[in-house]
């Protein structure tokens, strides 16, 4: 692909990251020195490399040059944890990783922590390491490309770990390709777009910031750390067409650009995904910008397989406002089907878990086999995902299954409280867990950060506010006032936290502690 584009497009510009700018051209030329150089250090085809490091144009070489070779290209996220990043490279089976010089002293600790040897490392950027990027660039000597296979692996991506340790999602040439070509044209991106990547190179669906392989469209990625402001300076000063980021930072943006919303006039596509949005967001910012809005709807096992497209957002603010809570219809690539606990399609309205079958899921999950076969048994994704379709085929996430509160012998789905109570004047965000309760098994509990000045509101004024959308077993029971939600490395809300968070409060509930703890078994 990456040939191809470098052909047909040589002088336009690839990459914009800070000061440094790469052509197609460019990101050929140096992804196949790269190669090269890997190759002479006695890389082979199915063999791990990784990559740890903030946000920089090298990332993206270093994709194409495993692309070129049939290396596995393993991302590592810079805000883990030494345990983690450990966990990674012994997983993976890493034989040598590049490492950005502001995180060297997180390899070394993971290093030091996991005992790992024999790891070839290779500094970018400002380093420290013996092996230096560009000299290996300077001296690399042409290599030959092996004969790959579409379904040959290409990378491992390393789930986030908000239910659990990380695992390696294996995904194909074909299934990066595919998602490749699939984001641009479901997004309706051409030659003349102008990308801002704001997300996290470790994550699966940085392909996205790849989408340029697809049109030859110029992708501008922020050199380190997210910046709300930098965002908005390098919009205007790139004149940044498209751009995809998570609620919560779509949420300050908004926040931002309040006051002079002509910050972003050149965006004329904003696509959120990630986690759900709350529909008074959805509202503020359909009101403030000038543009488009779309959500997508995907998994690091398979892809972006739904969307919420402009018009149906058109539609929505036309007075259908039901629609703001969907996640879409199912793209044309993708078979969904929603199964009961038995495997039995559900019927349209009724909830069930989304299985999903195409061309872009996972090949499984890295040195997993149970989970793997639990994941792809009878040749659907078991995605752990609750969902329902309408009428129209649009489908409705409630929440993921493992989250699922049982209270007094009622399903009741976190995510469906949060959508409601997240409308709530006074509430900045929210999370809901189930905590013990003696009666009625688990109860409803809201651990909720409140706007800035406004007080929390209590279990009486959420009941007042929720009571014609929640059912009564759906309120909360008990609300928790937090600074800030723990998120994961990928700004999730990390529901694993948060639930331990409460669970260290349990004395604090109405229904005592002491029961509590009984009923859960401490």
């Given at each position: 692909m990456l040939s191809r584009v470098a052909r047909n497009f040589a002088g336009r510009h690839a990459y914009v990251c800070g000061q440094v700018s790469r052509t197609w051209g460019e990101m050929e030329q140096r992804s196949e020195r790269l190669a090269g150089a890997l190759a002479a250090l006695g890389l082979a085809v199915g063999e791990s490399v990784a990559i740890l490091g903030q946000e920089r144009l090298e990332i993206y070489e270093h994709y194409f040059a495993c692309m070129k070779l049939g290396l596995v290209r393993v991302g590592i996220n810079w805000r883990y944890a030494p345990a983690e990043v450990a966990h990674i490279l012994a997983d993976s089976g890493a034989r040598c990783v590049l490492v950005d010089g502001r995180s060297e002293a997180l390899l070394r600790a993971a290093l030091a922590f996991s005992g790992i040897e024999g790891i070839t490392v290779i500094?970018?950027?400002?380093?420290?390491?013996?092996?230096?990027?560009?000299?290996?660039?300077?001296?690399?000597?042409?290599?030959?490309?092996?004969?790959?296979?579409?379904?040959?692996?290409?990378?491992i991506s390393y789930t986030s770990g908000s239910t659990g340790a990380p695992k390696g999602v294996v995904h194909s040439h074909r299934s990066v390709a595919l998602i490749i070509l699939q984001g641009a044209v479901s997004r309706g991106l051409t030659t003349d777009d102008v990308w801002y990547g704001a997300i996290a190179s470790s994550w699966m669906a940085c392909v996205l910031n790849m989408i340029g392989l697809a049109n030859g469209m110029t992708t501008v990625v922020m050199d380190g750390a997210f910046d709300i402001d930098r965002f908005v300076d390098e919009v205007q000063q790139h004149e940044v067409s498209a751009a995809l980021l998570v609620p919560t930072l779509a949420g300050r943006l908004l926040d931002k650009c309040a006051g002079a919303p002509s910050a972003l006039d050149s965006l004329r596509l904003l696509m959120y995904g990630s986690s759900p949005a709350p529909r008074s967001l959805l509202e503020r910012i359909m009101g403030t910008l000038r543009c488009q809005l779309m959500q997508t709807y995907g998994m690091t096992e398979g892809g972006w397989v739904s969307h919420l497209t402009p018009k149906d957002h058109l539609r929505a603010l036309a007075g259908d406002a039901r629609l703001l809570s969907s996640a879409g219809r199912v793209g044309a690539m993708y078979q969904m089907s929603l199964r009961d606990n038995d495997g039995r399609e559900v019927p349209t309205g009724e909830t069930g878990e989304v299985w999903l079958r195409g061309e872009t899921t996972m090949l499984g999950y890295r040195n997993l086999p149970k989970e793997t076969e639990e994941a792809l048994g009878g040749g659907w994704l078991h995605t752990n995902d609750i969902g329902r379709f309408d009428d129209e085929g649009y489908l409705y996430l409630v929440d993921r299954k493992k989250f699922m509160i049982i209270t007094g012998a009622v399903n009741v789905f976190p995510a469906s409280v949060e959508a409601v109570l997240a409308d709530h004047p006074d509430i900045a965000e929210i999370a809901v867990v189930g905590l013990p309760h003696p009666e009625w098994g688990e109860a409803v509990v809201a651990v909720v950060v409140a706007r800035s000045g406004r007080p929390v509101p209590d279990v009486k004024e959420i009941g007042e506010f929720a009571r014609d959308r929640l059912s009564r077993m759906e309120l909360p029971k008990h609300v928790f006032s937090i600074d800030a939600l723990p998120r994961t490395v990928t700004s999730k809300v990390d529901k694993r936290a948060v639930l331990a968070w409460a669970r260290d409060r349990q004395s604090d509930l109405p229904w005592g502690a002491a029961s509590a703890l009984e009923r859960s078994g401490a």
């Open positions: 500094g970018y950027g400002e380093h420290s390491q013996p092996l230096d990027y560009e000299t290996l660039l300077r001296r690399a000597p042409s290599v030959a490309h092996p004969a790959l296979q579409p379904a040959d692996p290409l990378v």
